[in-house]
């Protein structure tokens, strides 16, 4: 924990180590976090998701993958987390797909089992545009548009996408981070290729990371 006025540093607790059957003595990485309320925060891993106090980081839930129920954590390997305006909770997972939980009632909506844009449940990031869009960045099948009722409105599938001047192809890859700027473009991250759309899904240009001049 950082404490933003003295920029004091503590440790809310010690990571644990990965469980039996993987290296011993290595602590787990932390996927993605997101602050829910002034006083909880929930921390992804490989594991599940920890709910934390957002003042002692002390743990207060822990959620996990139960295959004996029927709802609940579809995976325990949670890459992305999103909370939208309405304050409902985005969990993107490998092998669990994409769900929506709602902190008030505790319901946990999956999108539907089967579905061709995610049979192979690999959500990798999560953004919120400023029109309630919610973009989920996926493994090898590009991106998916939801509503916030979690109903698929649209969708940029690989190597279908090409920039009015013909110059830029989204080749999809691994969508890692997405975000949008001020003027209404959407950024996204696929493996070593930045793309910019606009919010009604047009590619509008593609650069490699790395590459360009920077200001001094």
Same mark, same amino acid.
């Given at each position: 924990l950082?404490?933003?006025?003295t920029g004091a540093v503590s440790a809310a607790e010690q990571a644990p180590t990965v469980p039996d059957g993987g290296p011993s003595g290595v602590a787990r990485s932390i996927n993605a976090m997101a602050v829910v309320g002034p006083d909880e925060v929930w921390v992804?891993?490989?594991?599940g998701i920890e =709910?934390? /106090?957002?003042?002692?980081?002390?743990?207060?839930?822990? =959620?996990? /993958?139960?295959?004996?129920k029927r709802w609940g954590l579809a995976a325990n390997n949670v890459v992305a987390l999103l909370r939208e305006r309405s304050g409902g909770m985005w969990v993107g997972s490998?092998?669990?797909g994409l769900q929506r939980h709602s902190p008030g009632s505790g319901l946990w909506v999956r999108h539907g089992e089967g579905d061709g844009l995610l049979a192979e449940g690999d959500v990798r990031s999560l953004h919120q545009l400023s029109n309630g869009d919610i973009w989920a960045g996926m493994g090898e099948r590009g991106v998916a548009v939801f509503d916030a009722q979690l109903r698929?409105?649209?969708q940029i599938p690989p190597q279908t996408v090409i920039s009015r001047a013909?110059?830029?192809?989204f080749k999809g890859g691994l969508v890692g981070a997405i975000t949008q700027t001020a003027d209404g473009s959407v950024w996204l991250g696929a493996d070593g290729t930045i793309h910019q759309?606009?919010?009604?899904?047009?590619?509008?240009r593609s650069y490699v990371a790395g590459q360009g001049r920077a200001r001094r």
């Amino acid at each position: 924990l950082i404490e933003p006025g003295t920029g004091a540093v503590s440790a809310a607790e010690q990571a644990p180590t990965v469980p039996d059957g993987g290296p011993s003595g290595v602590a787990r990485s932390i996927n993605a976090m997101a602050v829910v309320g002034p006083d909880e925060v929930w921390v992804s891993s490989a594991d599940g998701i920890e =709910l934390r /106090h957002g003042g002692t980081g002390r743990v207060t839930t822990r =959620l996990t /993958h139960d295959r004996r129920k029927r709802w609940g954590l579809a995976a325990n390997n949670v890459v992305a987390l999103l909370r939208e305006r309405s304050g409902g909770m985005w969990v993107g997972s490998y092998g669990g797909g994409l769900q929506r939980h709602s902190p008030g009632s505790g319901l946990w909506v999956r999108h539907g089992e089967g579905d061709g844009l995610l049979a192979e449940g690999d959500v990798r990031s999560l953004h919120q545009l400023s029109n309630g869009d919610i973009w989920a960045g996926m493994g090898e099948r590009g991106v998916a548009v939801f509503d916030a009722q979690l109903r698929h409105v649209g969708q940029i599938p690989p190597q279908t996408v090409i920039s009015r001047a013909g110059a830029h192809v989204f080749k999809g890859g691994l969508v890692g981070a997405i975000t949008q700027t001020a003027d209404g473009s959407v950024w996204l991250g696929a493996d070593g290729t930045i793309h910019q759309f606009n919010a009604q899904r047009q590619l509008l240009r593609s650069y490699v990371a790395g590459q360009g001049r920077a200001r001094r």
